[in-house]
C-alpha cells in the first residue's frame, strides 16, 4: 500500500518537470517576461541569453522529468522501505532543476563572454 507514496510523489514530479519543458519548448516567450520563462539576472540582461537560457532550460527540465520518473519507479519497486525511497525521490526531484538551472547559467555565461555581453 506505501509502495503508491514514493510512486506517486515521483509520478508527479516528473510529470510536472516534462510539461514544463514542453510547455516551454512549444510557447517560449518572445520577450523578457516576468511572468513567463527561465527568469535569472544573467538571463534577463540580454535578449540573446533569454532565448538560449529558456531553450535549453525546456530540454534540460524535460530531461529531468524522464529522470526522475524513470529513477523513482525503480527506487519505489525495489527499495524495501517505502519512506527511505520516498526520501530519496524528494531529493532527486529537488536537487534535479538546481543541477538544470546551473548547466543553464554556465552555458549563458560561455555565451556571454563570447558575445561580449
Known sequence: MYIFFPLG???LFAMM??????????KPPKEISIF???RTPRSVSHPLLWKEGNALFAVLIQKAGWYVLVGGVLLSVLL????????????????????????????????AKRENI
Open 36 to 38: 513567463h520563462g527561465y
Open 17 to 26: 518537470y516534462i510539461f514544463m519543458g514542453v510547455f516551454l519548448k512549444r
Open 9 to 11: 510523489c515521483a509520478v
Open 80 to 111: 524495501p522501505d517505502h519512506l527511505v525511497s520516498f526520501f530519496i525521490v524528494l531529493a532527486i526531484a529537488s536537487l534535479l532543476p538546481a543541477f538544470c538551472a546551473f548547466s543553464v547559467e554556465k552555458h549563458l555565461k560561455k555565451i
